[in-house]
Each structure stands twice: as C-alpha cells, then as structure tokens.
Nanobody, 119 residues
Framework: QVQLVESGGGLVQAGGSLRLSCAAS????????MGWYRQAPGKQRELVAT???????NYADSVKGRFTISGDNAKNTVYLQMHSLKPEDTAVYYC?????????????WGQGTQVTVSS
C-alpha cells in the first residue's frame, strides 16, 4: 500500500493556474500507475490524468491541452499542472496509486484537495 498526500489546491479565478502535488510514501518508480481524479458536488468521481511507470500519460478530453501530469522520482511526487482553469474544473482532486502485488493490483487514494475556480 502507498500513503499519498495531496497539496496545492485553492481558490483561483477563471483563466488562472494551479499546480497540485501528490507526495508518495515510496518511490514512484515502484508504482505501476499514478493518477489524478476529481469529484464535483453531486457528480461521480472522474479521471483527470494518469501516469504509468512507462511514462505513458492519459488525459480526459475535458483537460487535454490545459493540464499536464508529471513525476519527480527524486521527490516521490507526482504533479498536476493546471492552466486556463474553468469554473467547471471546480472539484475535490484526488491522487491515486496502483501497485501490483503478485497477481493483484492494490489502489490507494489520498485525502483530496479542493480546487475552486471562480468566474
């Protein structure tokens, strides 16, 4: 299992930028995949971006070209750089990590960080 701690959320005006950080309790090289999800009030949690150990990235269509996921193994941290933020990006953002243990994938979640974009 991996402990994850998110930070970097806050209140920003539309068009602004934020960078979220997710600090992991182990080397991100040892983690099969990490990602960011978000959940707005009254909505289901949705994928924002993922990053695999092979450096493959995947983005939701709604954030392509605006958000970038990246990792810094020296700091055991994954980032989500967000530009051109929109009010509809308002949500609690969660970091997750998938670790392969034998034939099982164990998923861990952080506690979440609130992002609020004002119009």
């Amino acid at each position: 299992q991996v402990q994850l701690v998110e930070s970097g959320g806050g209140l920003v005006q539309a068009g602004g930028s934020l960078r979220l950080s997710c600090a992991a309790s182990r080397s991100i090289f040892s983690i099969y995949a990490m990602g960011w999800y978000r959940q707005a009030p009254g909505k289901q949690r949705e994928l924002v971006a993922t990053f695999t150990s092979g450096s493959n990235t995947n983005y939701a269509d709604s954030v392509k070209g605006r958000f970038t996921i990246s990792g810094d193994n020296a700091k055991n941290t994954v980032y989500l750089q967000m530009h051109s933020l929109k009010p509809e990006d308002t949500a609690v953002y969660y970091c997750n990590a998938d670790v392969v243990v034998g034939s099982t994938t164990v998923r861990s979640w952080g506690q979440g960080t609130q992002v609020t974009v004002s119009s």
